[in-house]
């Protein structure tokens, strides 16, 4: 059974910059597109970025130019470099592997844009 584990998340002042992370276990990560989404209060869940074994990337628009999502296949991980924040980015973002039939999600963490 896959498990995924996400940090980095945090109170961060607009224009500032997190990294968030996602360590997976129990799974052949290179078969998994790993995906972040994020869900904001009264909002439905929403794709951020995602990412397949082979690197192809995909980004929502409002956050092209300022997030990348990269994978280190031999650590498991997935990570989400979010420069630039604005507090519309503030929300709790989740991490997700899917591949056919299977798919996971991690706890979610935190991420608050304010002053």
């Known amino acids: 059974q896959g498990e995924l584990v996400e940090s980095g998340g945090g109170l961060v002042q607009p224009g500032g910059s997190l990294r968030l992370s996602c360590s997976a276990s129990g799974l052949i990560f290179s078969l998994y597109r790993m995906g972040w989404y994020r869900q904001a209060p009264g909002k439905e869940r929403e794709l951020v970025a995602d990412?397949?074994?082979?690197?192809?990337?995909n980004y929502r628009d409002s956050v092209k130019g300022r997030f990348t999502i990269s994978r280190d296949n031999a650590k498991s991980t997935v990570f989400l470099q979010m420069n630039s924040l604005e507090p519309e980015d503030t929300a709790v973002y989740y991490c997700n592997a899917k591949w056919i039939k299977y798919d996971f999600w991690g706890q979610g963490t935190q991420v608050t844009v304010s002053t």
């Open positions: 990412i397949n074994g082979s690197g192809q990337k």
